[in-house]
């Protein structure tokens, strides 16, 4: 259940990213607090950048299918290096605590409970392939999808897009609220599943080095495809 609702999850983060692209830039590429000097440290354009911050971490819920699943994201080099934890209890005595650890082309999934794992390296494209499909996935967006702006909203202390997604073909309705390229939060539906993830928090000191390293006592199992 937990994999299925990360999936339709993810599928919808796809989509908020890429509207939030398509939609061109939201003005507060250089617009951050004055008073806080850690977040002064993204004021330059960060369109090529997965993350608008260098490193940090911050903490998500999400909520689907009447399960709540809390995620801590820590991140570095822009967002290039990243591990995912998540710690869940969906059935009383049986709890998930797991991570995902990605480092450029290379994912690690890993369950901290039983000590084992598996290491992949994700497909990747020529430039001048990932620029055709990135116009293409445009195009087909701009085709299919129904996108209203809704102006800007404070949120956390940044100052965030609003837009409402409509996609038929997916029976999908959501809003998001985007700074540059990161969600910081979306409501709404896709089918009969209602859902909806926030960013309670963010921090933007450096995460332990070790958080990006596999732990030496977990079995790595290397998966080619």
């Not at 490193?55 to 999400?62: A, C, H, K, L």
């Amino acid at each position: 259940m937990k994999n299925v609702l990360f999936k339709r999850m993810a599928i919808v983060m796809v989509f908020a990213i890429a509207v939030t692209s398509c939609g061109g830039n939201n003005g507060n590429n250089s617009e951050m607090n004055a008073n806080d000097n850690e977040k002064a440290t993204a004021t330059q354009t960060i369109s090529n950048k997965k993350l608008p911050f260098e490193r940090g971490s911050y903490v998500q819920v999400t909520k689907a299918m009447g399960i709540e699943i809390p995620t801590t994201v820590y991140f570095d080099k822009w967002g290039d290096w990243t591990a995912t934890e998540t710690k869940i209890e969906i059935i009383k005595g049986y709890p998930s605590h797991t991570i995902e650890i990605i480092k450029g082309k290379t994912h690690w999934n890993i369950d901290l409970i039983e000590r084992t794992g598996t290491q992949y390296e994700a497909a990747g494209f020529s430039t001048g392939m990932a620029a055709a499909l990135g116009a293409s996935m445009g195009q087909k967006m701009a085709k299919d999808m129904e996108i209203e702006e809704l102006g800007t909203e404070d949120f956390l202390g940044y100052k965030s897009k609003k837009i409402r997604v409509k996609y038929k073909d997916m029976d999908m309705d959501v809003t998001t609220w985007n700074y540059d390229n990161l969600t910081m939060k979306m409501t709404g539906s896709m089918g009969k599943m209602d859902m909806f993830s926030e960013i309670l928090s963010i921090d933007l000191s450096a995460p332990p080095a070790s958080i990006f390293e596999v732990p030496d006592d977990v079995k790595i199992e290397v998966q080619k495809f």
